[in-house]
Each structure stands twice: as C-alpha cells, then as structure tokens.
C-alpha cells in the first residue's frame, strides 16, 4: 500500500503561483511513477502531469505546458507540482496518484493509489 497526502492548495488571483506537495509512504516511493490530476466543478478529472521513477521522463497537458513544472524528491518521498501564471480556468481538486508500471501516465486508470486531493481557488 501507498499512502498519499497532498497540501499547498489554495486561493490565489490570477497569475499567481502555487506549489502542490504529494507526500508518499507506505512502499518504496522511488519506484513509483508520479501523476497529478485535476477535476473542474462539473467536469470530468483530467491529466496535469506525470514523472517516472527516475526523473528520467515527465509529461504534460498541453494547457499546463511552459506553466506547471512537475518533480519529485525521492529521499523525501514527495512529488511536487509547481504552477505559475495560474488562471481562473486552472480552479479545480488537484489529486496526486502513483503508478507501479507507468505504462499509460496520462490515464487516470493507469495508476494504483491516489490522495484525497487539496483544492486550488484562482481568482479572476
């Protein structure tokens, strides 16, 4: 089992910065690949951004790209989500997820554990 927390979430005008944590533990974190996801009021969740086990690799969601820059610390069990220029259409819960195989980092059903999610609030 993983478990996952997530924090940094808030309410932040536009243009503003923010930067997501996704504390790990249970397994080996450095084994897993990393993925955040969002889901918008009324909209179904969606892809932010993923990271695989050695940092080797990372993927975006065309509207994130040049914007939110994913990482992780793998002595420190942590991913990160670092997002800048946020705007109000950025607003949604921001859930971290862990992969064993990474296969599909872009779908949601491609991952094995996920966080309870922490909201980000961008006003206009």
């Known amino acids: 089992q993983v478990q996952l927390v997530e924090s940094g979430g808030g309410l932040v005008q536009a243009g503003g910065s923010l930067r997501l944590s996704c504390a790990a533990s249970?397994?080996?974190?450095?084994?897993?690949?990393m993925g955040w996801f969002r889901r918008a009021p009324g909209k179904e969740r969606e892809f932010v951004a993923a990271?695989?086990?050695?940092?080797?690799?990372?993927w975006y969601a065309d509207f994130v790209k040049g914007r939110f820059t994913i990482s992780r610390d793998n002595a420190k069990n942590t991913a990160y989500l670092q997002m800048n220029s946020l705007k109000p259409e950025d607003t949604a819960v921001y859930y971290c997820?862990?992969?064993?195989?990474?296969?599909?980092?872009?779908?949601?059903?491609?991952?094995?554990?996920w966080g309870q999610g922490t909201q980000v609030t961008v006003s206009s």
């Open positions: 990271i695989n086990w050695s940092i080797s690799n990372t």
């Open positions: 249970g397994r080996t974190f450095s084994s897993y690949g």
């Open positions: 997820a862990a992969s064993s195989m990474l296969t599909r980092p872009t779908m949601g059903r491609g991952y094995d554990y």
